[in-house]
């Protein structure tokens, strides 16, 4: 009977150690790639600059494809755009949450609510976190995509990453933001923003074309 015990308990260790080593080096097939080039810097009343990020930067992120850019409209009004993607094969970078990178940076989130935003092809489940860094404030929208959807939620973003691995599905993913001063003017304005822009960034990710 303790032999047989033994070597059942065996057999499971040997399937989870195989299971473990092949979601580890599973490398699922890569058909598309994203293309940033062309990602519009004039549309409508909107005129943007990219930002020349640091190297210190793009070495803690990682990221197979990154964009940052501040744009502008008509009335003065300024928007910053930022996300990044990161492919199947990148085993090395990923998104970096806001509710650690903020506080190092210097910024207090000082609140935070549920935020729903309205597209063309639907509504996205985001957040929006308040910021304040001494007499500056702003608001900042972000949300995690993957083929599993969006959530602004650290735990669930992770929770569908693990899903994605042991299920051998294809783990790319990308991480948006937009940030704004925190005035009613600017506000809106930021809602006309995410209306122009958001979709720009949708049908370059490879799961949502």
């Known amino acids: 009977m ?67 850019a501040a744009y502008v409209n008509a009335d003065g009004i300024k928007v910053q755009l930022f996300f990044d993607y990161f492919s199947s094969l990148n085993n090395i970078g990923g998104p970096h949450s806001p509710r650690n990178c903020l506080p190092g940076s210097g910024w207090l989130i000082s609140g935070s609510e549920e935020r729903e935003i309205e597209l063309n092809r639907g509504s996205i489940k985001a957040g929006r976190f308040f910021l304040q860094l001494k007499e500056s404030t702003r608001v900042m929208d972000f949300w995690y995509v993957s083929r599993r959807g969006e959530t602004a939620n650290d735990y669930r973003f992770k929770f569908d990453s693990m899903v994605s691995s042991l299920t051998f599905q294809p783990n790319d993913m990308a991480f948006i933001r937009i940030v704004c001063d925190n005035d009613p003017v600017s506000l809106e304005a930021l809602n006309q923003f995410e209306k122009q822009f958001v979709d720009e960034i949708y049908v370059r990710l490879p799961f949502w074309k």
């Open 2 to 68: 303790a032999k047989k015990s033994f070597v059942i308990i065996l057999i499971l260790l040997m399937a989870t150690f195989l299971f473990g080593l092949a979601v580890k080096n599973y490398k699922p097939s890569v058909t598309a790639t994203v293309d940033i080039n062309d990602f519009p810097l004039q549309k409508g009343e909107w005129t943007g600059q990219v930002d020349n990020l640091t190297p210190g930067i793009i070495q803690m992120l990682n990221p197979t494809v990154i964009f940052s």
